[in-house]
T-cell receptor, first 116, second 117 residues
């Protein structure tokens, strides 16, 4: 139990489907992140939310749409994905604004996405 | 932009021996954080150790220690008394000190650590 919970753990979807990944953190943090982990590539930062406001979007295609309704929940809405979008999607959180936090980012267990 | 390089795709060590994983990074910033994360087959990304760049003293966490060379931009991880449970992918990561902001991590490509019984 890491304090960051992701659902579903596994998702198979067709290219025309609409689905969502959900992330919830129980650590009282105020920043949340989506990362993509593909085979043979470094982890890629996709989105950053700080106090529910999106502060970073690393040139992610619009078929990925994040939503952060509050500091504890983060969604990644998926629409008309491509097979190359198949990957492990990791959610993470951190506490920003305090020196004691050490700026450590804590990760969930990931959601495996397969696009067919 | 910062980059993180892990030059060892795979390392192998005998159980109970010591192994060192290498990491170099490139940055123009003076304040930042460095991390080592472990990712076992479960794919859970687990924090192993953290180093603040302004601290000269190398961080240690039980059997894990780092050799932080700021001028050389080097951040290696030493695992002493290796155990079977240490087998995993190890990622070196960099994070800017943004004065309270929420910058993400920049990761290296990882080193696959194999523990030989």
């Amino acid at each position: 139990e890491t304090g960051v919970t992701q659902t579903p753990r596994h998702l198979v979807m067709g290219m025309t489907n609409k689905k969502s990944l959900k992330c919830e953190q129980h650590l009282g943090h105020n920043a949340m992140y989506w990362y993509k982990q593909s085979a043979k590539k470094p982890l890629e930062l996709m989105f950053v939310y700080n106090f529910k406001e999106q502060t970073e979007n690393n040139s992610v295609p619009s078929r990925f749409s994040p939503e952060c309704p509050n500091s504890s929940h983060l969604f990644l809405h998926l629409h008309t994905l491509q097979p190359e979008d198949s990957a492990l999607y990791l959610c993470a959180s951190s506490q920003v604004g305090t020196v004691s936090s050490g700026n450590t980012i804590y990760f969930g267990e990931g959601s495996w996405l397969t696009v067919v | 932009a910062q980059t993180v390089t892990q030059s060892q795709p795979e390392m192998s060590v005998q159980e109970a021996e010591t192994v060192t994983l290498s990491c170099t990074y490139d940055t123009s910033e003076s304040d930042y954080y460095l991390f080592w994360y472990k990712q076992p087959p479960s794919r859970q990304m687990i924090l192993v150790i953290r180093q603040e760049a302004y601290k000269q003293q190398n961080a240690t966490e039980n059997r894990f220690s780092v050799n932080f060379q700021k001028a050389a931009k080097s951040f290696s991880l030493k695992i002493s008394d290796s155990q079977l449970g240490d087998a995993a992918m190890y990622f070196c990561a960099y994070r800017s000190y943004s004065g309270g902001g929420a910058d993400g991590l920049t990761f290296g490509k990882g080193t696959h650590l194999i523990i030989q019984p």
